[in-house]
């Protein structure tokens, strides 16, 4: 009985962990295509967040620092995107193409030019600090790797996760400004003909949610590993999206979306770390697979924005 | 019937290809900017870059061969892309295609030539269904093709190292697989080249030696041919018609009878084999085995760069397969040559790729500047 | 007892010019308004009233003009500006957030909230409660726009002007979605609203309601300003014949119907729309060969979806459709067309009718495509389709007549031209018209009645569905009403009343 425990323990725990990068993307997700621009350059975002991240964090030796660096990191390219698609009427798409290019692109650049060429960046000397051990002491109010512990003991930047969509559920949809971003979304022409401005809300919303992904790749960077290397986000913003898809927009239901992706990377290290005599390349393409089946089950058609991807062009007025 | 066409200049200005051009344009320019404030010689790393593709024949060669699974991958994302639909999972689709092409490369034994026949039709027909399934799932379910292809590559990518793990086909240990049979090599002169007879013949040839150095192969000659087959496919049959007319109008295409979702469907498969032949000629031509793959290589990715930047053509990809085949040949010496991060490459490509996606934006430099020299 | 006030011009817009490019949407328009007024502005599609309109209201820049308000000249640069200076517009395609409720969109922009921007939706769903037990216009503040009905829309729409204060109201079209007695409502509302001060200006190409609401009217026609008119003094074809530049004739020539056999029949059709309710409800007609069958109803009854259900975009639930007594079960959009010889004309050319980025030629065989002569063995053959196109064009008056232009670039007649040739050619049984002249000016809309008119002649089947009323007496030899998905009542069109007809229309009966 303990040992199920301490293994369902173990289990939650690694899904909290690996679900928050996801989590912070996906919340990113949620906020631009609500103002109904399409950004499927999370990837780029997250990437070039996990580098900037690691590697102020490195050389301010402060994670938080750190942290929000790749924030802003994340936001720089949200900048380019919301640039190309809000003013120019740029295909939503191809712009977060060219920003998957240009994120990764930037950060390894960067990164062979402060780390002597090559495409990791050192250890991070202070990772993002646990909450819990660093009240209490460690192991004083948990027993270390009991059950308790290994579920709550995590770092901040889960509990700053679950808070985050917290604050966007209801930005969004109990105070002013989300209701006018969703109007943006849903029906960018009534926004306009009441005076909203609809280019300063998307603007806004791609920053946003760049510097959300900046901070999700952070999350992978200073938190689960203490580095950046060049395969340590690999598809995660493109998971986060179809969180985000298959949470319906919502923030909560992107919460859970992630959480069932987290969780299928927590079992695959789990079922890893209990020796099953799966193939670790089977293992690994669990997530993945999940992702479609459920995307395939449970996603209906209409529940996207109703603006979402479509060029609102004022020019020539 | 008198036809007024615009003058050559507006023509253009404002046709695609002046577009395209005045963006890859920026991209350079831009490129050099980055190297100038990380403390590099722009000009100096240019010239590494034109020396590195132009300076021996060997090397002109080799961006023939770099070039060739971009150009074939840029077909597949072009194709999809006339169809209305977004083929992010070329990547996965060469995987799959280079996994069967190195099976049937190696398991079966059949006469030169139709051995090869054989294994790029094989890794074509799995591709195809490998897209193909992306297609039946946004006909049938809705699922956008965007999500869905992207989640096929990492499982590609999974079950390609997986295959290289199997006793009857990796050699154990060395994360490769055995070599396919040499009758099913697509090497142009490979065996020659290596014999008595041919090194005494190159000794004589020093131009063909230096180019024969390379892994020159038959890849480039079916690339070509594909790309004009993609162009007849679309321009020239019904089916190019339909596929057209769904991906402009799903809507009208479907009020005038045209069965979308099959299209759709049809689409992906096609664009699928394409992606899939791309790794059967690396398989065939150039490595001749698949090796366990920390990530992935890229190539699906950057054929879709070739494809925007190709403007979504059969000879666009062809063009632009060739100038990122020599940017990223090239772009690979500037590292050991003065130490300049090849990335700049990606990050040239990425704002080709933004500025081609913002005509509005170059449109408003040309009459900027335009305004500005007149006065 | 008029409420005008003379003495106080509400809004003076002078010799307003507004380009785009080098096309001249508005030459040199005057308009004024004052208080009290109730101002119509009319003119064909195209003639350059909404553009005139959203300049008033800061959603267009003049290009030059002056703009005064209440004596006072102003640059209204935004919405925001028009709407402090007290003018508010209810747009034709409303501007609404299908998923916020009433409240939610009347207040959007102008948001009642407590501190730190949080939502006070309860104290605002007063405030519209209040507002509209004021003026009359009854809505439920908690209702979801997806869910109330047309009229309520406009009401919302309304609502959301008055909220904030509008003295000045521009009102786009008010009257394209509503039943003849809903129509009379607005009339009244526009009554009220005067009596309390406040002064209108409806937009509209419809002459007996200009003739029902207006005190003046001003004529505009290719964006230049033909005439201002105390509408008191003038007939309906006065302002007709301004309205074209040419007499007239609102009667569709034709010879009187000789309709064969039945062709068509719906028995008991069900058919549910996108949120599963029964758009279509129990649902029976017949159409004859040789005859124009009109379906006269307000939008929003099941037209669309029966006409999708008739074309086979959308599933039937239940009920059956025969072609020539032949049950026709689950059709797809090429059963319909190549097995049962049914052709329709969408009442969205640029949606279902057209693709806006082939050229004429593609267009036209786009449900033939894969027929000889146009393609043998999968291969298209270009040669047959130019000349099948250029002969179609002459044949059809397309303008201009070359097979190669993109059509995007065709005038709204001509892309309708080129929908009526491809549907006409072939002979089809049926024919289904669904707002064929939606958009169009009058010269188009002559056309298109007359093609429909000869296709009747020819022996043709015609099922023409449109909420303009007029066309629907007009063209049709027997007219049905439909009303939530159902017919409730069959006519011939000599026989037509428009008052019956228009009680029909809105559920009742007489």
């Known amino acids: 009985m303990e040992a199920i425990l301490k293994d369902l323990g173990f289990l939650i725990g690694t899904t909290l962990m690996y679900s928050t990068p996801l989590i912070f993307t996906s919340l990113g997700g949620v906020i631009t295509e609500r103002s109904g621009v399409v950004n499927i350059g999370l990837e780029g975002m997250m990437f070039f967040g996990a580098f900037v991240g690691a590697a102020a964090a490195y050389f301010t030796q402060d994670p938080w620092i750190g942290f929000f660096c790749a924030g802003l990191a994340g936001a720089l390219l949200g900048l380019i995107h919301a640039v190309a698609c809000v003013s120019f009427a740029a295909e939503q798409i191809v712009s977060g193409i060219a920003i998957n290019f240009l994120g990764p692109g930037i950060a390894l650049f960067l990164s062979r030019m402060l780390f002597d060429g090559a495409t990791q960046t050192l250890t991070v000397p202070n990772k993002i600090p646990l909450p819990l051990s660093f009240l209490f002491g460690e192991g004083k109010l948990f027993p270390s790797a009991g059950v308790m512990d290994l579920i709550f003991n995590r770092f901040a930047t889960v509990y700053l996760a679950f808070f985050l969509v917290w604050l966007v559920w209801f930005v969004l949809y109990k105070t002013k400004i989300g209701m006018r ?34 901070m999700g790749g952070a999350a992978m960077s200073i938190a689960v590993v203490s580095r950046f290397s060049n395969t340590l986000i690999s598809g995660h913003g493109f998971i986060a999206l179809a969180a985000m898809i298959f949470g319906k927009w919502r923030p909560q239901g992107a919460l859970l979306a992630c959480l069932l992706f987290g969780g299928a990377k927590g079992f695959e290290i789990f079922l890893g770390a209990k020796g099953v005599p799966i193939p670790s390349s089977i293992l690994a393409m669990l997530p993945y697979i999940l992702t479609i089946v459920i995307l395939v089950s449970f996603v209906g058609k209409t529940t996207a924005p109703a603006a979402i991807g479509k060029i609102f062009d004022k020019s020539g007025k | 019937m008198k036809l007024n066409f615009p003058n050559l200049k507006e023509q253009f200005l404002k046709g695609t290809l002046g577009l395209t051009l005045i963006s890859i344009a920026l991209g350079f320019i831009l490129g050099a900017l980055v190297l100038l404030v990380a403390g590099f010689n722009p000009l100096e790393a240019y010239w590494v870059i034109l020396k590195g593709i132009f300076s021996r024949p060997k090397y ?35 995987i799959v295609g280079a996994i069967v092409a190195a099976a049937a490369g190696y398991f079966f034994k059949l006469p030169v030539g139709l051995h090869a026949a054989v294994a790029i039709l094989l890794a074509m027909t799995a591709a195809a269904c490998w897209g193909g399934l992306a297609g039946y799932i946004k006909a049938r379910f809705g699922v ?51 014999s008595k007879a041919g090194i005494a013949f190159l000794r004589e040839h020093p131009v063909l030696w230096d180019v024969l150095k390379s892994p020159v192969n038959m890849g480039f000659i079916f690339a070509i041919l594909l790309a004009i087959l993609v162009w007849y496919i679309l321009n020239k049959t019904t089916l190019g018609y339909e596929l057209r007319a769904v991906g402009f109008n799903p809507d009208a295409a479907e009020a005038g009878g045209i069965n979308v979702k099959r299209s759709m469907v049809i689409s992906m498969a096609i664009s699928g084999a394409l992606g899939g032949a791309a790794g059967a000629f690396q398989v065939l031509g150039v490595s001749h085995r698949i090796a366990k793959l920390a990530a992935m290589e890229g190539y699906g990715f950057d054929g879709i760069a070739v494809s925007l930047i190709g403007n979504n053509s059969g000879a666009g990809s062809v063009f632009a397969g060739l100038l990122f085949g020599a940017l990223k040949y090239g772009g690979s010496k500037i590292q050991d040559a003065m130490q300049a991060p090849t990335e700049v490459i990606n990050i040239m490509v990425g704002t080709i790729i933004l500025f081609v996606a913002m ?11 335009g305004r500005g020299g007149k006065s | 007892m008029t409420t005008i006030d003379f003495s106080c011009k509400a809004v003076e817009m002078i010799e307003i010019v507004k380009k785009f490019g080098d096309f001249t949407a508005n030459e040199q328009i005057s308009l004024t308004l004052h208080k009290g007024e109730v101002h119509a502005l009319l003119g064909e599609n195209g003639a350059g009233k909404t553009t005139l309109m959203n300049t008033l209201y800061g959603l267009y820049r003049p290009t030059s003009g002056t703009i005064r308000i209440n004596g006072e000249e102003v640059a209204i640069t935004d919405p925001n500006v028009a709407i402090r200076h007290g003018i508010g517009m209810v747009h034709q395609h409303f501007m609404l957030v299908n998923t916020f409720t009433v409240t939610e969109n009347i207040i959007l922009g102008n948001e009642t909230t407590r501190a730190l921007g949080v939502l006070d939706l309860k104290t605002a769903e007063q405030e519209v409660a209040e507002l509209s037990r004021r003026y009359g216009l009854t809505v439920d503040p908690r209702a979801r726009i997806e869910d109330i009905s047309v009229g309520s829309q406009q009401r919302v729409e309304i609502l959301k002007a008055l909220y904030r204060g509008a003295e000045i109201l521009i009102l786009d079209e008010p009257t394209a979605v509503l039943t003849p007695q809903e129509i009379r409502e607005l009339a009244s509302i ?34 230049k300003h033909i005439d201002t008119v105390e509408v008191a003094q003038v007939s309906e074809q006065d302002l007709a014949s301004m309205m074209v530049g040419r007499e007239v004739s609102f009667a569709v020539q034709k010879a009187p119907a000789q309709p064969g056999a039945t062709v068509l029949a719906l028995k008991d059709l069900v058919v549910e729309d996108n949120r599963g309710i029964h758009a279509v409800d129990g649902l029976n007609l017949e159409l004859r060969e040789g005859e124009i069958l009109g379906i006269a109803g307000v939008d929003g009854n099941g037209q669309s979806e029966l006409v999708e259900a008739l074309t086979g975009l959308r599933p039937v639930t239940s009920g059956a459709i025969e072609v020539q007594g032949r049950s026709v079960t689950h059709p797809t959009p090429h059963a319909i067309i190549n097995e049962h010889n049914i052709r329709t004309i969408h009442e969205d050319r640029q949606k279902r009718g057209l693709v806006m980025e082939f050229d004429i030629a593609e267009n036209l ?78 010269g188009a809309i002559e056309y298109v009645h007359s093609a429909l008119v000869e296709q009747r002649d020819n022996g043709r089947a015609v099922l023409l569905i449109s909420f303009e009323l007029d066309e629907v007496v007009n063209v049709s030899d027997r007219i049905a009403v439909i009303f939530e998905g159902r017919i409730v009542g069959t006519m011939d069109a000599r026989d037509a009343d428009e008052n019956e007809i228009g009680l029909m229309m809105a559920g009742g009966s007489s």
């Open chain 1, 181 to 214: 971003l969703q109007a943006v979304g849903e029906h960018p022409e009534a926004a306009d003909t009441l005076g909203i401005s609809v280019y300063r809300i998307r603007y806004s919303a791609v920053i946003m949610s760049g510097f959300f992904a900046g």
């Open chain 2, 60 to 94: 002109v060669s080799y961006v023939i061969i770099y070039a060739t699974p971009l150009i074939v991958t840029g077909l597949s994302v072009a194709f999809a892309m006339r169809t209305g639909l977004f083929n992010i999972g070329a990547e996965g689709q060469f």
């Open chain 2, 144 to 194: 956008h093709e965007v999500i869905s292809t992207i989640m096929l590559n990492w499982i590609a990518l999974y079950l390609s190292n997986f295959v290289v793990t199997l006793e009857s086909f990796g050699r154990q240990g060395t994360g490769k697989t055995y070599a396919i049979q040499k009758t099913a090599y697509i090497d142009i002169l490979g065996h020659w080249k290596r």
């Open chain 2, 359 to 369: 005509p509005k934006l170059i449109r408003l430099i040309l009459t900027f500047k």
């Open chain 3, 190 to 223: 526009i009554r009220n609203l005067t009596q309390e001060g406040k002064s209108i200006i409806i937009i509209t190409h419809k002459l007996h309601e200009i003739k029902q609401m207006a005190d003046f009217c001003t004529i505009i026609r290719r964006g």
């Open chain 3, 365 to 442: 065989i786009l449900e033939t495509y894969f027929q000889e002569p146009y393609s043998r063995g999968g291969v298209l053959q270009k040669a047959s389709i130019y000349q099948a196109a250029e002969q179609k064009a002459q044949d059809f008056d397309i303008r201009p007549p070359n097979p190669l232009l993109e059509a995007k670039s065709l005038s709204g007649g001509n892309q309708q031209k080129v929908i009526i040739a491809r549907e006409v050619s072939n002979n089809p049984r049926v024919l289904i018209a669904s707002q064929p002249t939606r958009g169009l000016d009058v």
